[in-house]
């Protein structure tokens, strides 16, 4: 599954949007959903997963 990331406020994106409707950003990283990116603290996938 691909998503887009907002490059802002970090709400997560269907693939297709072109514009973040949380913060209105047109600026996006892309990743799947184990390796969303998190700019503030890079976490492994398997922290990501347990924090589901």
Do not use: H, Q
């Amino acid at each position: 599954m691909t998503i887009k990331i907002c490059s802002i406020c970090g709400y997560s994106l269907e693939d297709y949007v072109t514009e973040c409707p949380n913060c209105g950003s047109r600026s996006f990283d892309t990743g799947n959903i184990f390796n969303m990116s998190n700019r503030k603290r890079k976490k492994s996938k398997y922290e990501f997963m347990d924090a589901w």
